[in-house]
């Protein structure tokens, strides 16, 4: 096949371009109502973004692995051709919704994607603000893989969909054409997919199209100004804190649990889970900074 580049490598100097320059637009033309920078915060950021290449060079292993062995059972074979790869892009980015939509709904799969939300900045550092633990998103892309699509092409559909998301992590754009808004994400549904009030909550899961959100019902547009973070936040600028917290989180509800039903429902159900007779009580979450947390759309779609 031929050979793909890695769309993210390739973008880095764009990243940081793009960076300092809205960074700039921000001091000369300064909007009161925009989160803007804080110094402390995009360092954390950029450090969480570095981090990740390492550790994702490091998931990479077992993970080929996997898809090398699928890919070889499978009788298919989706030819690397000029027609072929938009479909691809279109696939990858059906099966990032789900893979995205599952990391908000299933505990220990919020424990990785937790990293991007716990900044209260959104700007386009925030966009590099990446976990260290990706192993939870390659079981989403095995479909892919059984029906015959080189693993290195769903690395470069995966690639492309993540330089994408980069611009949309910015107040500096309003909103666009309506048809341009119908169709694609922008920065406008993308700030609501980060804010933590509860009508926007686990919403607009999209990477490149939201029309995956109109049809399975998680879209809402953005109407009142959304406050960015999470429900509970961290505080903290400690990297190794971000990259692990809601994994010592479950670690403690888990240690806490009554009995083997409870635990599972720490693990599996959405972060704002509580065990029913808790829930009734009015206790607050165990451990989880996601605390207070509700239902999320995956099992009560608003």
Known sequence: ???????????????????????????????????????????????????????DLLWKIPIVAIYAAVYELTPLRVPV???????????????????????????????????????????LTTALRQPWTTWTVWPFYVPMIALGVHPAAVAFCSSVNLVYQFWIHTERIGTLPRPVEFVFNTPSHHRVHHASQGGYLDRNFGGILIVWDRLF??????????????????????????????????????AAARDWRE???RVFRGPGWQPAAAAEAGLPEAGSPEAGRPEPVGESVR
């Not at 960074?23 to 925009?34: I, K, L, N």
């Not at 919020?110 to 939300?117: E, G, L, M, N, S």
């Open 1 to 55: 096949m031929p050979h793909l580049p890695n769309a993210v490598m390739w973008s880095i100097p764009a990243f940081v371009l793009l960076a300092v320059v809205e960074m700039v637009s921000y001091r000369f033309h300064p909007d009161d109502d925009a989160e803007g920078y804080a110094a402390k915060d995009a360092a954390t950021s950029v450090g969480m973004g570095l981090g990740s290449l390492v550790f």
């Open 81 to 123: 051709v000029w027609w072929t790869l938009p479909l691809m892009l279109l696939a990858q980015d059906f099966f990032y919704y789900w893979s995205h939509r599952g990391h908000h709904v299933i505990r220990i799969l919020w424990a990785c994607h937790v990293v991007h939300h716990s900044s209260r900045k959104f700007n």
């Open 217 to 254: 019902g998680s879209f809402v547009p953005e109407t009142e100004r959304p406050v960015y973070g999470l429900t509970k936040n961290i505080d903290t600028y400690n990297p190794l804190r971000v990259a692990t917290h809601e994994y010592v989180a479950i670690a403690r509800d888990i």
């Open 263 to 265: 635990r599972a429902g």
